[in-house]
Antibody, heavy 118, light 107 residues
Framework: QVQLVESGGGLVKPGGSLRLSCAAS????????MAWIRQAPGQGLEWVSH????????HYTESVKGRFTISRDNDKKSLSLQMISLRVEDTAVYYC???????????WGQGTLVTVSS | SYKLTQPPSVSVSPGQTASIACSGD??????VCWYQQKAGQSPVVVIF???KRPSGIPERFSGSNSGNTATLIISGTQAIDEADYYC??????????FGGGTKLTVL
């Protein structure tokens, strides 16, 4: 079954850390760019980061640079997002998504909720 | 950063045509994708490369992109089409932009 399954979300205090994971199955993971996209409660979609298929190219949205680190393990078919120095405004559902570049994000996980609150 | 602008809401009667606009500087020079997100669900791409439909997306969904505006058109809108719709484009080779989203109401 072609799917992405995120895990690792939860409640964390401002300044804290969290690591999200995304397990891929049913497709050749190593062929695809992968991305993290988030959605704050009641708000729109916001691209966070993406990584090329080999891991050699990485980009982040400005607001998370220096705090978030994306990584992947093609052997384990997994994508991760290490988040440190979390802020209240990082509260959101975080989606793992497969990127087909100009064909769009064609496969999404169910999302994992990160809540940053004291 | 590159900004994509959508109307917050659009209303349409069942069976009529809904149009959702997405504007951005020289957007016609970029490829645009459209996503449908129903309440409590993950987004699904309904249009990619401006005009193309993924397999499984009904023919009533179509798209266009020219100048500074891309448009998602839903012909013969059905109640099941009620959802939030987002446009998306690559700001550059390194960054992705999403529009703010449009809530489509079918009434």
């Amino acid at each position: 079954q072609v799917q992405l399954v995120e895990s690792g979300g939860g409640l964390v205090k401002p300044g804290g850390s969290l690591r999200l994971s995304c397990a891929a199955s049913g497709f050749r993971f190593s062929d695809y760019y992968m991305a993290w996209i988030r959605q704050a409660p009641g708000q729109g979609l916001e691209w966070v980061s993406h990584m090329s298929s080999s891991g050699s190219t990485i980009h982040y949205t400005e607001s998370v640079k220096g705090r978030f680190t994306i990584s992947r393990d093609n052997d384990k078919k997994s994508l991760s997002l290490q988040m440190i120095s979390l802020r209240v405004e990082d509260t959101a559902v975080y989606y793992c998504a497969r990127s087909a570049l100009q064909r769009g994000f064609d496969l999404w996980g169910q999302g994992t909720l990160v809540t940053v609150s004291s | 950063s590159y900004k994509l602008t959508q109307p917050p809401s659009v209303s349409v009667s069942p069976g009529q045509t809904a149009s959702i606009a997405c504007s951005g500087d020289k957007l016609g020079d970029k490829y645009v994708c459209w996503y449908q997100q129903k309440a409590g669900q993950s987004p699904v791409v309904v249009i990619f490369e401006d005009t193309k439909r993924p397999s499984g997306i009904p023919e009533r969904f179509s798209g266009s992109n020219s100048g500074n505006t891309a448009t998602l058109i839903i012909s013969g809108t059905q109640a099941i089409d009620e959802a939030d719709y987002y446009c998306q484009a690559w700001e550059s080779s390194s960054h992705v932009a999403f529009g703010g989203g449009t809530k489509l109401t079918v009434l």
